[in-house]
């Protein structure tokens, strides 16, 4: 019998790309940028940030070695295809649940990228 609202139970969708993702609503984690998911997706199908990720060098080491740098990359085009113009919006961008997933790694546990730190990259 289909539900009194029309809503279906069903479970929830997971991302090639990370299986440990899954989409469900939930009015508490929100975002906004939820579609990047699918932008993040069809990379991980083409692989452009794989091979963006081999002429990325960070020439820092010891202490100084930043953030992975081909998720500095993906937060900045991703927030770009989300429509934020520039790195003003890093910060807010950065704790966004979608975002730190698009960009993976540590970010994934903690914030992305901030500010200071994308207009370092994107200057450099």
Known sequence: MAQPVGEAQSDALRPDFDRRLKL???GSSVTSDAGLLAYRELDDALGLMTIAEQ????????????????GMLRQSVFGRLAGYEDVNDADRLGRDPAMRWIVGGKAIERDAASTSQMGRFETE
């Open 24 to 26: 469900e609503f939930h």
């Open 55 to 70: 002429h990325l060098v960070d020439g820092r080491t010891g202490r100084n070695g930043r953030r992975c740098l081909v």
